[in-house]
Each structure stands twice: as structure tokens, then as C-alpha cells.
């Protein structure tokens, strides 16, 4: 065994703080109340079901992750939002229609006691959404301090010893980096003088970093993927994850796409669309918007089957993404994708998949998870982007000089292996030729 990392203990509560209390994170909320009652199981979460393999397969030692590091329980879980709407938990769960009347009725009185605090908002951002409950400010930075004394006083309030936050909001306009993302220092000045390259996702990270608190991006947003945040958390030592939850068409892709490598199976064409009813599928119905969700869902094909290094196979595949809005099929997401790929001899084959998926039941496990581990990141000492978390991505964060990994499988590993080398246990490369000596 190697040195271990000295990891700080979960003393106290572990506040999370969630921009935008919808669907996604009232699913979450709602979920983690009823497992800390017994009245439901946590399924999807590798950190309450998931096994990791410790040493030799001889050795048998195959712990929860749960008991092999040391992670916040659920019940030391508490729970505030930023939302534009002034629903409470309950209320909002209700509207968004994902959990049955018997799941949330036992968690009821605790979830209408998380009432949202007023948002940053701004139209221009997310076109297809308004609401009341919003903050005024003079400057983009004015709000910015108006969210920092909010992190200060729900962590005094409540006597919370740690802090979470993790964007459940909308997705935001396409926006690319701008000069002013360089530095911290541009970054403050551009939100001193209201810039338009200044997002409202931006001003809660920025908000959360200086408060010493890590930051998890759970849309395509820019946000914290600029150098100026990327500096901000280093200089604040906090940890910072994104970007984009990977639930249902992606997760699926990150599965089968390197299955055909694999096999070395060539790739025509990949078509892809969506039926979606919620909220998400509302914005999502504006250009600007679904502009930052398709560069998120497009990229992963390109990294796992890397066209430049088998041209024969990848080098001209064609890729389309649709996404539509039909408001019947409320968070009930269906996915279809017709994927033509070729074999021996070049024969044509296809494959054709319809995913009937619940968006926030596939995200909530996610949101979990990436709470718990960033909280562990931060007790360990880590900063910076947690590469080690892409599992949970479309578009996994890494460093500027690397290209990310979007193999599903690679990012598991990389995941535990992470874990092992934080207690000190040796890596698993899944070589075995010790058996065979």
C-alpha cells in the first residue's frame, strides 16, 4: 500500500446549495428524504450502491464505496436553492409532475420548508423563461455579493460545517470565451461594468468560489470552463466539476460508441433526436439555448472514436442532434437514434435505439453523487477541475492542454482508481499476468 492522503472527517452538516429548485432538484431533494426514511432506494448512485475492487481479484475485497471513503451521510444533508419562481420544494415538485403523489406526500412538510431565495436572472440568458422572484443589483457584481451573504448566512443559520453548490438551472445562450474570462481580475472588472460576456450561472460561481465552495455545472453552460474560474479556485483552493449531467441519449452514446471501437466496427452516420416536455425541453425550444446543449451532446462521439487516428473507420461519419419540444411528455424524455455502421468487407448494418427515459430520475443519482464526491475533494485537499468526476458529464471539464475522455468505461476507472489513490491502495490496471507466472 502507498501513502494515503490525509482526507478531513465529515464533522457537521454539508449544506447544498442548488441554483434553480426544478425538476432535476426537487427530484434529488425529495429522493434523499425518503431514503433517509426508508421509504425509497437510492438506485443510480454509485456512492450509496456502488462496489470498488481493493487488490487482487484473490483477495475478494470488494467494499461499498460508501464504507471505503469517507463521505457525507444523507442525513447529514441540508438543503436551500435560488429559483425565479417562489414555489416552495413541494410546491415545485408537484408542478414538475416526475415523482408520483405517494413519493412526495411522506416528504412533504420538509420540503415545503425549503423555500427558494430570490435568483440572479436575466432574459437575456435564458429567453424562454421569467418569473418574480429575482434579485436587483446595480452591477452583475452588486449581485454577486448579494449571493455571497446568502452562502454566509444559510451556513450560520443552519450551523453547517461544509458547503456544495451544483447548478440545476436552465441552460444559458451559446457564448464563447471572451477576453474578459482571462483573469480574475478582468473577470471582476467585467462584472463591475454589467459586460454582457458576464452569464447570471458565472455570478453564482464566482459567488461560491470566493466563498471557499465548491462548484459543480450541471448544464453545457461556459461558467466556471475559463480560465479567470479555473484561477479563482485555485487561489480559493476549491474544487470545481462540469459540465452538463450525462442522463439519457449521451449516456447511451458513451456506451455504444466504444463498444463499435472496440470491435473496430466503422461508423456512417449517427442521427439522433429527442421528445421533451419539461422545462429543460421549454428553453431548450430557443436557438440561442439549444445551440449550448448540441455543442454538448456532439462532442462525444468525435473524442471516443478519434476519426484522425482510424480515417478509414471515423474519418467521415456524419452527426445530427435534434431536440424538440412537445410539452405531453412532461419530464418522460424519449430518445431515438438511428446509428449506420459498417463491417467486414464494408457491409452495411444498423442500429436503432429508443430510450423511454426520465430525465431528472436519471439526474438526480448524479447530483448526489457529484455532491458527496466534491465535498470529499475539497476534504482531500484537491482544487482545481475534478477530472476525475467526467463519468457524470457531457462535456467533461479538463486541463486546457488535454482533450477529455468521454469513454464511459475509461471514466469509471479513472474514477475509482482515483479513490483507491486517495486511501493509499494500489491502482488496478487489469494487467493479470501474475496469475499466470
Known sequence: M????????????????????????TTFIAGVLLARKGLGRPYGSLTQMGTIRLGKRTEKRVPKIKDFVELAE?????????????DNAYEAAVKAGVLRKEHLEPVKEEMEKIKPLPAVFDRNYVKKLDGPNKKTGATKYDLALQ????????KEENGLNRLVMIWCASTEVFMKPDPVHATVESLEKAMKENHPAIAPSMIY????????????????NLTVDIPAMMELAKQNNVPIAGKDFKTGQTLMKTIIAPGLKA?????????????????????????????????SKLGSLEYILQPDVYPELYGKFYHK???????????????????????????????????????SILAAPIVLDLVLFMDLAQRAGFRGIQEWLSFYFKTPMCAPELYPEHDLFIQLMKLKNTLRYMKGEELITHLGLEYYD
Not at 147 to 154: A, E, R, S, V, Y
Request: net charge negative; glycine share 12%.
Open 205 to 220: 460561481a464566482y459567488a461560491a468560489i470566493k466563498s471557499g465552495v465548491p462548484f459543480i455545472n450541471g448544464a453545457p
Open 147 to 154: 449571493l455571497m451573504d446568502d452562502i454566509k448566512k444559510f
Open 321 to 359: 442532434v435534434r431536440i424538440n419540444y412537445y410539452p405531453p411528455r412532461g419530464d418522460n424524455k424519449e430518445g431515438w437514434d438511428n446509428i449506420d455502421i459498417f463491417g467486414w468487407l464494408g457491409y452495411p448494418m444498423q442500429i436503432k435505439i429508443d430510450f423511454l427515459c426520465r430525465d
Open 263 to 295: 470491435r473496430l466496427l466503422g461508423l456512417h452516420g449517427w442521427f439522433s433526436t429527442n421528445i421533451l416536455g419539461n422545462r429543460d425541453g421549454e428553453v431548450l425550444d430557443d436557438p440561442d439555448s439549444f445551440k449550448t446543449k448540441e455543442e
Open 2 to 25: 502507498k501513502d494515503k492522503i490525509q482526507i478531513k472527517k465529515t464533522e457537521g452538516k454539508l449544506g447544498v446549495m442548488i441554483p434553480g429548485l426544478g425538476a432535476v432538484a
Open 74 to 86: 444523507l442525513e447529514d444533508l441540508v438543503f436551500t436553492g435560488w429559483d425565479i419562481f417562489p
